[in-house]
Nanobody
Framework: QVQVVESGGGLVLPGRSLRLSCIVSGIDFNMRDYNVVGWYRQAPGKEREMIADVSKFGTLTHGPSMRDRFNVSRDNSKNAVYLQMNNLDPEDTGVYYC?????????WGQGTQVTVSS
């Protein structure tokens, strides 16, 4: 059974950093078929938007919620994709989701809440 689990969210002061982790289980990240893992953000009262996704081969695609302060990386040996967020701003508040796409299927995690507030 495929599972996608996010972690690392929390309450943080403006200007601080957070690193979110997305761990995928139930598939082999190095499997021959194509797979892409993406980070998404849903701000309060708004639609979910893509931050960025990264393919099995490391190809990065930016979405509308990507910021210069963010960095997405992938470690296939750990079945993990990370979202490093620096110099956080209250506008970054929201629920952050991870999505795995493989041929014929899409899997979402349950999300992790990030609140940026003084």
């Amino acid at each position: 059974q495929v599972q996608v689990v996010e972690s690392g969210g929390g309450l943080v002061l403006p200007g601080r950093s957070l690193r979110l982790s997305c761990i995928v289980s139930g598939i082999d990240f190095n499997m021959r078929d194509y797979n892409v893992v993406g980070w998404y953000r849903q701000a309060p009262g708004k639609e979910r938007e893509m931050i960025a996704d990264v393919s099995k081969f490391g190809t990065l695609t930016h979405g509308p919620s990507m910021r210069d302060r963010f960095n997405v990386s992938r470690d296939n040996s750990k079945n993990a994709v990370y979202l490093q967020m620096n110099n956080l701003d209250p506008e970054d508040t929201g629920v952050y989701y991870c999505r795995l796409t493989v041929p014929g299927h899409t899997y979402w995690g349950q999300g992790t809440q990030v609140t940026v507030s003084s």
